[in-house]
């Protein structure tokens, strides 16, 4: 917390002399302000409690008209959210309630804080989603009658979009991952008891699913610790697998391994020893070319026996850097400030890492963890080693099992769910059924840092092509030097088990002009002529969000499509 204060009190000095020299009195006194303002107000964030839909969020995705589709399983009886119109869902294969009233998903309004109760058709406990080129959530498999299903949710401006399920897959899928493919189409990998992969949508009926030896040589008898595999493009087409402790660069095309990394240390990673994995982000510097992976948090071999009687071991307190596209990849290890297990990776709008929501002790399943892990940790990339990690603001709630969380255009985090417990429980346990939806707005967004952040005004285009160009009008008070100026774009991700499938984010080259559109009645205008990035290994096609971030101040994001 401290060393973060200092950090950013040092640059609001030096911002200030600097702006002295160049007479820009009035600046000066902005800037002079922001350094006096609290350290901890300043830098540690904030919460809010946002709304309590009835329904706990397990997993999570927001759309390009940043309204965020949420959904739990359905098998478990009633939510506290009835479908509309009294409208009902009569499914004989249910395990609970074969004629159900009650929702189990809801899309989430972020400008209106409201939420509209979906009608998803079959049990998604656990299951996995993607959006694809067109801006559809496709979303996969599940327990029980949902294993095979596939499901597609086409994002609306209105009120008239639900749930779709149209085909099966190949193998039940229950805890697999999925990612988007520079083809377009979309790979499903693993799953409980099953060691393949397949292609979402089939180029003929007859594509099966393809065997994977990796997923059944990294799978423990009785405990797993290899389920919703990690899973990252890699700059070279391939895919990046994580699986317990091992990982390889899979050729899916081929189904063949290309290269087999070393096993990253202390413990495995993967449900239920849940930690988290992120690619960082990639950089036009490098032609988009240098990939590295972390991977935060887990819980040791043992941790799920253990839970089981009534021992709740510490989680692993370490993260492991790579970078994957060396010629001699290897782990670079570093300790978090406190162990995590369930953790939620996230790249936050600068670029750096956030993980929040978990516990300390135990591992995921029901009633498995212990200790909440209540304070997000930043981990900042450009700093050095040692003094990357700060602990953020605590929540008041605990975001145990089944937690989730996203980051919205406007910079906050969404946060929602928390059910360690087999169906919805409210009274008499140590950690009740979570229905409230939290807002954590990090440090970038205190009102005191308002005299750099930017926005974005204007666009020549939404619809950007591969190697293509265009510009991006901003504005922003204090004036911003090229060096201090970054461009990214964002894939919005599907979240659940502290895995945010399809995470990606890249900083894209610009060319700057200062003060083409001084507007003496408002905010400075400026423009930045932005690269998209080259090609769809790159950057595979649909939607991303596109930010300006000035001086370590992110703007809110606009959606772009890249095709
Ligand atoms: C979007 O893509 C999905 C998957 O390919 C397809 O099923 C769906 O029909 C497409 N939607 C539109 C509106 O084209
Ligand atoms: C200048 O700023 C004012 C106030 O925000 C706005 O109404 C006006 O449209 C702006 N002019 C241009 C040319 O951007």
């Not at 393949?196 to 990796?214: C, D, Q, R, V, W």
């Not at 994995?277 to 490098?286: E, G, K, N, Q, Y």
């Not at 990690?389 to 975001?399: E, H, K, N, Y």
């Not at 417990?421 to 939806?437: A, K, W």
């Amino acid at each position: 917390m401290q060393r973060l204060a200092i950090h950013h009190h040092k640059i609001q000095i030096s911002q200030c002399r600097q702006i002295s020299l160049l007479l820009l009195v009035s600046t000066c006194i902005i800037v002079t302000w922001l350094s006096a303002l609290p350290a901890q107000a300043a830098n540690t964030g904030k919460w809010a409690t946002l709304l309590t839909p009835g329904i706990s969020a397990m997993h999570m995705a927001t759309t390009r008209f940043n309204k965020v589709i949420v959904f739990d399983r359905t098998d478990f009886g009633p939510s506290q959210m009835r479908l509309p119109n009294g409208r009902c869902r009569d499914n004989p294969n249910d395990l609970a309630l074969k004629r159900d009233c009650y929702a189990h998903s809801y899309e989430y309004d972020v400008s209106s804080n409201r939420a509209r109760p979906l009608m998803v058709l079959t049990d998604t406990w656990c299951s996995s989603g993607a959006f694809v080129a067109n801006g559809t959530l496709l979303q996969t498999g599940g327990f029980n009658d949902g294993a095979t299903a596939i499901r597609y949710f086409q994002p609306c401006v209105g009120a008239t979009c639900d749930w779709l399920e149209t085909g099966h897959l190949s193998a039940a899928r229950w805890y697999a991952s999925n990612q988007i493919l520079p083809d377009n189409r979309v790979i499903v990998v693993g799953g409980q008891r099953a060691f393949s992969y397949e292609f979402l949508p089939k180029k003929t009926s007859a594509e099966t699913a393809i065997p994977l030896g990796f997923l059944t040589k990294t799978h423990t008898p009785n405990i797993e610790n290899n389920l919703y595999p990690f899973i990252h493009l890699s700059s070279d087409g391939n895919l990046f697998i994580f699986g317990n402790k091992q990982s390889i660069l899979l050729n899916y095309k081929t189904n063949r391994v290309v290269k087999t990394f070393p096993d990253l240390p202390s413990g495995p990673r993967n449900y239920p020893s849940s930690g988290s994995s992120v690619m960082l982000p990639l950089r036009h510097t490098d032609g988009f070319k240098i990939v590295e992976v972390m991977i935060c948090g887990g819980s040791p071999d043992e941790a799920f026996n253990s839970a089981g009687m009534g021992v709740y071991m510490d989680a692993l307190n370490d993260c492991g850097r790579m970078v994957i596209t060396d010629a001699k990849p290897k782990w670079v290890m570093e300790k978090m400030p406190a162990p995590r297990v369930m953790g939620d990776m996230l790249l936050l709008p600068t670029g750096d890492v956030l993980i929040i929501n978990g516990a300390e002790q135990g591992t995921a399943g029901w009633g498995a963890a212990k200790k909440p892990a209540r304070a997000p940790f930043l981990y900042s990339l450009g700093r050095p080693a040692g003094r990357r990690f700060v602990v953020f603001a605590a929540s008041d709630i605990p975001r145990m099992y089944h937690s989730t969380a996203n980051v919205l255009a406007d910079g906050r985090v969404l946060v929602g769910g928390s059910n360690t417990n087999v169906g919805y429980v409210f009274e008499g346990v140590e950690f009740p059924t979570e229905l409230r939806l939290e807002a954590f707005s990090p440090y970038y967004r205190h009102a005191g840092y308002s005299a750099w952040r930017p926005s974005i005004r204007r666009m020549s285009t939404t619809e950007v092509k591969y190697g293509g160009r265009f510009v991006v009008k901003f504005t922003v008070a204090t004036p911003p030097a090229p060096a201090e100026l970054l461009f990214n774009m964002y894939a919005p991700p599907f979240t659940t088990h502290s895995y945010s499938m399809n995470q990606r984010m890249l900083f894209l080259a610009f060319s700057f002009s200062t003060a083409q559109l001084r507007n003496a009645s408002s905010a400075t205008s400026y423009e930045a002529v932005v690269s998209a990035p080259p090609s769809s290994v790159a950057a595979p096609s649909g939607f991303y969000m596109l930010r300006v971030v000035n001086r370590g101040v992110p703007s809110s994001a606009t959606w772009i499509r890249i095709s």
